[in-house]
């Protein structure tokens, strides 16, 4: 039986040795490119919108965009539930430890993506109450720019943020915490 394709995709050269393989009746891979494709497609972000950006993150989930498509369209209220955190919005002095606590709480692995030029960079708002960027309170894994940026936009990080789990080479994830002031993450095992 032949697979069918969407018109305008194009196929890889990975895709053809899958195509082979289930032709065949046999697929084998290793756990950790299993475990790795289930987290790529099984995202459950935590709903933490913060300001005008968290309008344009309910639209991608809405009909129009459907993050279900990639396995996102269970937006969770608990953070104890969720893998993925999309800090969408300008992120107060004052909600920093609250973001920090809900990142605290979800289990691992678990990403971060910031969206929109207020929670990348202080947006245009260089005063002293908001946070000139999330990446010092939580380690961001993809940042989508933009004010607000589109709902395409976000699927685009997403998309880039499901690369890089793909990518990723072990079975568990390497702990890693930011300092306070640093914006870069440190991997608990590299520390001197």
């Known amino acids: 039986m032949p697979v069918q394709r969407l018109p305008g995709v194009q196929v890889g050269?990975?895709?053809?040795?899958?195509?082979?393989?289930?032709h065949r009746g046999v697929l084998l891979t290793t756990v950790g490119k299993a475990v790795a494709w289930a987290r790529k497609n099984s995202m459950w972000p935590v709903t933490f919108g913060l300001a005008c950006?968290?309008?344009?993150?309910?639209?991608?989930?809405?009909?129009?965009y459907d993050l279900a498509r990639w396995g996102m369209e269970i937006f969770?209220?608990?953070?104890?539930?969720?893998?993925l955190m999309i800090v969408a919005g300008r992120l107060s002095q004052k909600m920093a430890p609250v973001l920090r606590r809900l990142y605290d709480q979800m289990p691992e692995p678990k990403w971060v993506i910031s969206m929109g030029s207020c929670?990348?960079?202080g947006g245009p708002f260089p005063t002293y109450s908001v946070l000139q960027g999330v990446d010092k309170v939580v380690p961001v894994d993809v940042y989508v720019s933009g004010c607000p940026p589109r709902p395409e936009a976000l699927l685009y990080g997403l998309m880039r943020l499901q690369d890089k789990i793909r990518k990723e080479g072990t079975v568990l994830?390497?702990?890693?915490?930011?300092?306070l002031g640093?914006?870069?993450p440190i991997i608990i095992g590299d520390r001197a």
């Open 119 to 121: 929670s990348n960079a």
């Open 182 to 184: 640093a914006s870069e």
């Open 53 to 64: 950006c968290a309008i344009e993150m309910m639209a991608a989930g809405a009909g129009n």
């Open 76 to 83: 969770r209220a608990s953070p104890r539930q969720a893998d």
């Open 13 to 22: 050269h990975s895709d053809t040795e899958v195509e082979e393989e289930v």
């Open 173 to 179: 994830r390497k702990e890693r915490v930011t300092p």
